[in-house]
């Protein structure tokens, strides 16, 4: 069965600061990995994701991601944080049939 | 149209009542999932769709669950028989194929409240 876990329900950074968003994860096969956002009241959104290839991988709003094969990880970054970055984000592995496991999410709270 | 639409928003029903939640997906997706999210979690996988058959169904957690989507398109989840423990925000998502390296839209949810 696949499954993801993000550790830290909460994590909170000061403005202009780097933040990192921690998961990792377990799948047969080949593992697609996605980060998503949501704000509040709004719909999940998609960030970014890795397929295939460089292990660093870019998305929206500045955010990227670092795929560790061997730790099972890809965890989400962005050197300098905004205030407006505040939401809760969620990791998500998908399997090679199509089908999404999501981690519980993970609340960033960026502080002025 | 732009984005993936579910209809109602918001949903108050009683125990016992049946309930229809509806997903106009992303026109031209082939795609569709339905998920579950409660309070502090995660979406749970309920079911997805390729076309008009169902891929996968093992997320629905009982028989009192079902979904449709007759037409390739719209898809329709629908639950006899509410209890309180159904209570929780039902996502619907949309994508450009089932494999796995696509992203998938996701609507705003439905907000299923059993009393």
């Known amino acids: 069965a696949q499954s993801v876990a993000q550790p830290e329900d909460q994590v909170n950074v000061a403005e202009g600061n780097p933040l990192t968003v921690k998961c990792t994860y377990s799948?047969?096969?080949?593992?697609?990995l996605f980060w998503y956002v949501q704000y509040p009241n709004r719909g999940l959104q998609f960030l970014l994701k890795?397929?295939?290839?460089?292990?660093l991988v870019k998305g929206s709003y500045g955010f990227e991601a670092e795929f560790n094969k061997s730790q099972t990880s890809f965890h989400l970054k962005k050197p300098s944080a905004l205030v407006s970055d505040s939401a809760l984000y969620f990791c998500?592995?998908?399997?090679?049939?199509?089908?999404?496991?999501f981690g519980d999410g993970t609340t960033l709270t960026v502080k002025p | 149209g732009a984005g993936v639409s579910q209809t109602p928003s918001n949903k108050v029903t009683e125990k016992g009542k049946y309930v229809e939640l509806r997903c106009d997906p992303i026109?031209?997706?082939?795609?569709l999932y339905w998920y579950r999210q409660s309070l502090g979690q995660g979406p749970e996988f309920l079911i997805y769709?390729?076309?008009?058959?169902?891929?996968?169904d093992s997320g629905l957690p009982n028989d009192r669950f079902f979904a449709v989507r007759p037409e390739g398109s719209v898809s329709t989840l629908k639950i006899q028989r509410t209890e309180r423990g159904d209570s929780a925000v039902y996502l619907c998502?949309?994508?450009?194929?089932?494999?796995?390296?696509?992203?998938?839209?996701f609507g705003q949810g439905t907000r299923l409240t059993v009393v």
């Open positions: 998500a592995v998908k399997n090679d049939a199509g089908k999404s496991t």
């Open positions: 026109s031209g997706h082939t795609a």
């Open positions: 799948v047969s096969g080949n593992p697609y």
């Open positions: 769709f390729q076309g008009t058959g169902a891929a996968d």
């Open positions: 890795y397929i295939t290839g460089d292990n």
């Open positions: 998502a949309s994508s450009s194929s089932l494999g796995g390296n696509t992203e998938a839209f």
